[in-house]
Nanobody, 114 residues
Framework: VQLQASGGGLVQTGGSLRLSCAAP????????MGWYRQAPGKERELVAT???????NYADSVKGRFTISRDNNLPAVYLEMTSLKPEDTAGYSC?????????WGEGTLVTVSS
């Protein structure tokens, strides 16, 4: 299973970005999908996850600013990021899980300038 992420870029503080992650050619519906991020010098941290039933979980630092959604038919997962802050700067990686197996996509870089 290959996950392909896109949508990162450079944005000013207060701006918005939308990340997308898809698994082209995959016909399996993932149990859960989500996004993690890793800033320079820091450990990877969970940003948001969403189950196949669309139950969501967010890191406290992004609640109210980020929205995760998914399309089970593709399958794909999206992260709508608003009110971005410099501390959101990181490499964002998409993640998917099925039957206890984890799959990771290559990261997409988000840089928020002050």
């Amino acid at each position: 299973v290959q996950l392909q992420a896109s949508g990162g870029g450079l944005v000013q503080t207060g701006g918005s970005l939308r990340l997308s992650c898809a698994a082209p050619g995959n016909i399996v519906s993932f149990d859960a999908m989500g996004w993690y991020r890793q800033a320079p010098g820091k450990e990877r941290e969970l940003v948001a996850t969403i189950t196949s039933g669309r139950s969501t979980n967010y890191a406290d630092s992004v609640k109210g600013r980020f929205t995760i959604s998914r399309d089970n038919n593709l399958p794909a997962v999206y992260l709508e990021m608003t009110s971005l802050k410099p501390e959101d700067t990181a490499g964002y990686s998409c993640w998917a899980s099925i039957a206890g197996m984890d799959y990771w996509g290559e990261g997409t870089l988000v840089t928020v300038s002050s």
